[in-house]
């Protein structure tokens, strides 16, 4: 596994890189690339790090696998590639976010502008073989990405982590919340989003956080 991140993160996570989990990691996901089929593509495992700087985080959204299915996953928490059906987790984000602020239901289930603007979309484990989900998980990934939530809440100040679901809520344990908001609530899945992530409003209360910061707040329309 050839790590191409941006400057920023590589200076942040050089240290990780070294570790034996890390090295035992890229064996595991260099070989399953060479003798399975794995998504997402292998240039973009790192995307959500390569669209937003270390730097430029003003949101973290995290999630739990990349999707599973043919042409799906973009590297990105939720989003997937131009072209490609929104699955259900990410149509029910879109309804939330026409109800939180009346943005209109986007054609397109690409969030790449979201990250552009400072929104990491990170995934707990950054790899899965196809049709098979779950299945790089406990290889390291988790690991990695617990150092990537400690490092952005030791270094950085008056971030937003929306955490979606008990996965999600369990890597929020790492968040320092005398100095970020966290915005929890259901994971917006068909089986849990009636249980609390329809009417949590996450857009407006972070925009809502960020303009209480004066920091720019996202514009969420896709």
């Known amino acids: 596994m050839n790590v191409k991140i941006d400057d920023s993160w590589k200076e942040i996570l050089n240290d990780e890189f070294a570790k ?12 399953e690339y060479q003798t399975k089929t794995i998504y997402p593509p292998a240039s973009k495992i790192f995307s959500a790090f390569n669209h937003t700087s270390f730097d430029d985080v003003k949101v973290v959204l995290i999630g739990q696998d990349p999707y599973h ?41 690409n969030l790449e502008p979201w990250a552009k603007q400072g929104v990491l979309m ?7 073989e196809a049709s098979n989900a779950g ?23 008056n971030l937003v982590f929306i955490l979606w679901g008990a996965y999600a809520q369990k ?9 970020h ?9 068909p089986f849990a989003a009636h ?7 996450p857009f407006s209360k972070t925009n809502d956080f960020l303009k209480s910061k004066n920091l720019n707040q996202i514009n969420w329309n896709l």
Request: no cysteine; hydrophobic share 35%.
């Open 181 to 189: 908001f966290v915005i929890e609530s259901a994971h917006p899945s």
């Open 195 to 201: 249980r609390g992530f329809f009417g949590s409003k």
């Open 20 to 31: 034996d989990y890390f090295v035992n990691l890229t064996d595991f996901v260099r070989n």
């Open 69 to 109: 299915g043919a042409g799906q996953a973009n590297g990105l928490s939720f989003s997937v590639a131009d072209g490609v059906k929104s699955p259900p987790s990410l149509r029910n984000i879109y309804k939330e976010l026409y109800d939180d602020l009346g943005i209109q239901i986007p054609a397109s289930g």
């Open 171 to 179: 890597k929020g344990e790492r968040i320092n919340r005398n100095k």
């Open 122 to 128: 990170l995934n707990a484990t950054l790899t899965v």
């Open 135 to 157: 299945s790089h998980q406990k290889k390291g990934w988790e690991e990695f990405t617990d150092a990537v939530i400690q490092s952005l809440s030791d270094k950085k100040e």
